[in-house]
């Protein structure tokens, strides 16, 4: 594999000082989604994106928000709590999880989508199927989070055409199978060569680069460890130029962490995680608890400036 991040970080060694001492390829300051526009530099709000699963069986919340009347309210309430886009989902990518057919996960997303576009938000549906990307964005969906960074057929030029936002994100191995055995020389360093080629893959199809957001995938085919490292130098997969997503809420490291067996538990733990993400330089943060992490991001913002 090319090693896009060592160009980018000027191939400086892996002492901890990569970010201090290296310049980015370029910055976005902008993410451009359909008729959305946010700012992404240091200086502007980070932006939180309230999680919707109307998935039996999610590993936090799933079976909760099943219904269409259900999940609509739940979104128009992590609005209210402060959320600027809703990413609804389908199919749980959690560990272990098994696929679900096309037309199951269309079933389940498309109502709660499109009510929710009516209305004038902001929608992200969150989907590694390039059929279930066409008939969401066809329902008003103006970004892509896809947990395999559209290695779908027909995922890229999608996307392109239809000049959507993107969220692409690092997986070791599928959900299915990525906790089995996850193993990587330099973790930091192989993500970000990863995450640097799908960007540069989906630039030179055609989508733009301030359409592209970067997700280092905590939880996805890592170890305790590969989390804590990611976490801790953060701000080396920033300086890449892209804006960064952190979707830390609620994952199972917090849990072994804090002691906290039940996902549901662990919103004290998710917010300190979002915290420490965007110290590093996240610009975006992916959480269930939205009312919780826009309190905590405020007294942060206003305390450190």
């Known amino acids: 594999m090319t090693n896009f991040t060592a160009q980018a970080l000027g191939d400086t060694a892996n002492d901890g000082q990569d970010a201090g001492r290296s310049r980015p390829i370029g910055c976005s300051t902008e993410w451009r989604a359909g008729r959305f526009r946010w700012a992404v530099d240091a200086a502007a709000p980070v932006l939180v994106m309230g999680i919707v699963n109307v998935t039996p069986d999610s590993f936090s919340d799933g079976g909760q928000h099943n219904s269409t009347p259900s999940a609509v309210l739940h979104a128009e309430r992590l609005l209210a709590q402060g959320a600027q886009i809703l ?26 989508l499109a009510e929710l576009a009516k209305r004038g938000h902001c929608v992200s549906i969150d989907t590694r199927k390039t059929e279930v990307m066409r008939e969401a964005i066809d329902a008003g969906a103006v970004i892509v989070n896809d947990v395999t960074a559209l290695a779908d057929t027909g995922a890229v030029a999608l996307c392109a055409a239809r000049e959507v936002g993107v969220v692409l994100m690092h997986m070791q191995g599928s959900p299915g199978m990525m906790q089995a055995a996850p193993r990587y020389a330099n973790v930091v360093r192989e ?23 970067l997700d280092p995938g905590f939880g996805f ?39 906290r067996d039940f996902a549901a538990e662990r919103v004290h733990a998710s917010v300190a995680a979002a915290l420490a993400c965007v110290a590093q330089g996240a610009r975006i943060v992916r959480v269930h608890d939205v009312a919780a992490t826009v309190d905590a991001l405020k007294v942060w913002r206003a305390f450190v400036g």
Do not use: M
């Open 87 to 112: 990413d609804i989902g389908g199919e749980s990518t959690r560990p272990g999880a098994p696929k679900v057919a096309v037309q199951e996960e269309l079933d389940r997303v498309l109502p709660v």
């Open 221 to 259: 085919g890592k170890t305790f460890e590969h989390n804590v490292e990611l976490t801790r130098r953060l701000s080396e997969l920033v300086l890449l130029g892209y804006p960064v997503l952190a979707g830390w809420s609620r994952k199972r490291t917090l849990g072994t962490l804090t002691g």
């Open 191 to 213: 993500v970000g060569d990863f995450l640097v080629e799908r960007a540069l893959a989906c630039q030179a199809a055609g989508i733009a680069r301030d359409q592209i957001v």
